[in-house]
């Protein structure tokens, strides 16, 4: 067996982890081709996830760091082209059989080991998404939704609660969900990644906190409130009809193919979660039965069903798994909705968080994301401790991976952490927001590759997270903050930047040792939420000097910002949050009568389109509805800007000043507008030929080759006008 093989089978952790660099330093190119080779038919066999899986990343890592360095090696080569092809279409396992038959036949070279290296990487992680989806759909609670495959057979009914209404001229009641998000204390090396959680079980720990938000001098008064809300009601139309008020997006879907097209428009995460609550069970994919059969079944017939989504005041890349939140949120209403929890309203029970979990996961792997396995921690109450947990006979992943593809919580009450330390946490610690929105899932990539090949340094990085952890639970317990914010400080700058020194930037560093120079031994620490720094971001301070330390850190923000605008990159301007821990997890409300009204967003975003049509073309519940919040905006001080923002979508302006006699066609015409190409592209629009959503070209592009006089070789004789 070779040297290789035995560290990936090994049971001793001595020798099972031990680093692949040290092996390949010392190694010759001949002795890394054979261990390549033997790597290459050991991963093709093995029937464990975790010997696949780190063997296609040693051969990943061999081709792409080791061999192109090794002495004996050639620097240049040819690709196959087919070879490549197959890169594109996701077809690893072709790619790798011609690239391995290549480096037979032409010998070892640096170019074929790119390709390899390329093609090993991307299987790996492919091997890594289709067991997570196999473990999803092994969970008791979600089998039946994958042997459902006609409406005749769905299970599920709409609770009558939800039906009943005095008239036709009543409104349907609606299920308002809503959920706090979740903050990290401590991840102890980004281990809830799926695949961590599932091959290192015991190091698998994440400590966090529901917190309700909002933005420092924002709307509410500061009140920090559920930052995101789902809405669940019937409708009077047998279509199901997805909003998302914070993306200005509706649609009306009346088909099976179009819940299942989540590249048609901004609405995958409520399609998701339609699918993963099992109103359209995934097993209906591909079924040609329409979507009004089926709907017929779970409401009645002529019933529809509308699921309205609602994030306040977040931006993007706040760190604090809004998307993960909002996708429990609203499969949590629809479960609510359809008999699927024991009540209605109200919180949830312990298994019915731990099914909405999973149920999370399986919409975010349906709408192709990833994420880790604490994101929708704002299902749970208050404090609580997440833990990895061994796989064991009778559960899906026994004999597959060490570890279960769901933690177990553990609810830290007050008798863990008292009252008195929830408090003292909340006034000490200056939530904020950045202004960068980077894409995090490039680390949490690097963090499975730092994993899996034990590079000496990370390894001994992600052992010290681990005692970090424990340290931050045994003060938090103490109700010791400033050693927590000592804690959190030494993790970010020790431990998580010797794993993943990109999790940091300048913009970071710079924000930390300005607020150390300004408030001294008054700042506690910093620390980091989510995968990077830059976005949602933690500092503690001394409770005496919270309130001088939240306007300052504004100013030191917007100031840093400016200075580094231009090497680094923003997405917004810098916020501060007020925050406060939420007690009840994700919780449900009903609203009758004339309160069953949307949030005033939706009625900005669809009322105008409404108001614009011959009322004798709107259902007798649509004109109800209006009627309704018309009187709540007259009646309600909180709504009173709502009917002037409502009159600036209906009437827009087509006049500008000075041109008050002119009108609309004559404007047209001034400014060239083309009715006949406005009509073309519209129709395309509509028909899904064109759309930025698809990022499809039209038919009718015309796309060539490029010829070798289009190009030059910048490598050699490069003319001197281009130097």
Known sequence: MSALIEIITATDPTVRDQSLDVFCQAASADELLAECAALDKFWRKSDNLYERVRALFFLYAIHRFHLPFKDGMAGKGFVPFDGYTNLLKRRFEEAIDIFLATQEQDGPNSSISSALASAYHNLGFQTLADQVRRSVRSDLGNQWMFRTGHPSDHPLRVRPELIKRPNSNSLFPILRETTPVRMDLTHSGWSDIFFLGMDFPQGA???????????????????????????????????????????????????????????????????????????????????????????????????????????????????????????????????????????????????????????????????????????????????????????????????????????????????????????????????????????????????????????????????????????????????????????????????????????????????????????GDDFWGFWMLGGMSGGGMGFIFDPKVKAAAQERLQGIMCETKSELEAGVPFAMDPVVYDFAINENGTYADLFTGDAALMPPGYYILIAPGLLRRDPQHLSPFRQAELDRFGAACRTRPELSGIVPALFDRILPRVTQEGEGDQDLETLLAEYGFDRVQHEQIRADLRGGRIGLSQNRLPVSSEIKDVLPEDVFDAIVDIPDHYR
């Open 205 to 519: 720990r994440v400590l966090n906190v529901s917190i309700d938000l909002s933005v420092r001098g924002g709307e509410g008064n500061g009140q920090p409130k559920p930052p995101v809300e789902a809405y669940f009601r019937v409708i009077d139309r047998p279509v199901l009809r997805l909003t998302s008020v914070d993306l200005n997006t509706t649609a009306e879907i009346s088909t099976l193919r179009e819940v299942f097209d989540f590249a048609r428009d901004y609405l995958g995460l409520l399609k998701a979660a339609v699918i993963a609550a099992g109103i359209v069970p995934p097993g209906m994919e591909g079924a040609e039965q329409p979507l009004a059969d089926l709907l017929a079944q779970v409401v009645g017939p002529g019933y529809g069903i509308e699921l309205v989504s609602q994030v306040n005041g977040i931006p993007k890349g706040s760190r604090l798994a809004v998307s993960t939140n909002l996708l429990a949120c609203l499969i949590t209403v629809c479960m609510r909705a359809t008999h699927q929890t024991a009540t209605l309203t109200g919180q949830l029970s312990e298994n019915e968080r731990r099914l909405v979990a999973a149920r999370a996961i399986l919409g975010e792997w349906l709408a192709g994301s990833g994420g880790g396995w604490q994101d929708s921690g704002g299902v749970w109450p208050g404090i609580k401790l997440i833990e990895g947990v061994e796989a064991t006979e009778g559960t899906p992943e026994f004999g597959i991976s060490k570890g279960r593809l769901l933690p177990h919580h553990t609810i830290l009450g007050t008798n863990d952490v008292s009252t008195e330390t929830r408090q003292k946490l909340q006034d000490s610690l200056v939530l904020v927001h950045g202004g960068m929105a980077q894409d995090v899932g490039p680390i949490l990539e690097m963090v499975t590759e730092k994993y899996l090949l034990r590079s000496e340094a990370e390894w001994d990085g992600r052992q010290e997270a681990i005692r970090i952890f424990d340290e931050v639970v045994a003060d938090l317990r103490a109700g010791d903050i400033p050693a927590i914010g000592a804690a959190t400080h030494r993790n970010f700058f020790g431990p998580l930047q010797a794993i993943i020194p990109w999790a940091s930037n300048l913009y970071t560093e710079t924000l930390s040792a300005k607020a150390k120079a300004e408030f």
